[in-house]
Nanobody, 128 residues
Framework: QLKLVESGGGLVQPGGSLRLSCAAP????????RGWFRQAPGKEREVIAC????????RYADSVKGRFSISRDNDKNNVYLQMNSLTPEDTAVYYC?????????????????????WGQGTQVTVSS
């Protein structure tokens, strides 16, 4: 089973920034939408960002819109999540995902984004 590898999590103060990275083995998942979701203790999983295979289409959950930015480098097969203006409510384990069956993100409800590959997660803690 192909696994994605996240990195870049850590402890940051409120108002700070972090950049998460998600690596996939080269030459895999060539035609995949990619995304990020997070899960905080006691809360449901939340899909927060999606990017199409071309990178031309991006979508965000309302909770992160205007603060987070997803991008991808198809040459390196990496996806990134730039997180700015972090608050304690952003504390969660962040997972990157890939949907090998679709090139684009869901047009309606982002929460319905399917995925068939995922990583082990990286912890993000926002605290003073």
């Amino acid at each position: 089973q192909l696994k994605l590898v996240e990195s870049g999590g850590g402890l940051v103060q409120p108002g700070g920034s972090l950049r998460l990275s998600c690596a996939a083995p080269r030459w895999t998942l060539p035609n995949s939408a990619r995304g990020w979701f997070r899960q905080a203790p006691g809360k449901e999983r939340e899909v927060i960002a999606c990017i199409s295979q071309s990178g031309e289409m991006v979508r965000y959950a309302d909770s992160v819109k205007g603060r987070f930015s997803i991008s991808r480098d198809n040459d390196k097969n990496n996806v990134y999540l730039q997180m700015n203006s972090l608050t304690p409510e952003d504390t969660a384990v962040y997972y990157c995902v890939a949907d090998s069956r679709h090139l684009t993100c869901p047009m309606d409800d982002l929460a319905t984004m399917p995925y068939d590959y995922w990583g082990q997660g990286t912890q993000v803690t926002v605290s003073s």
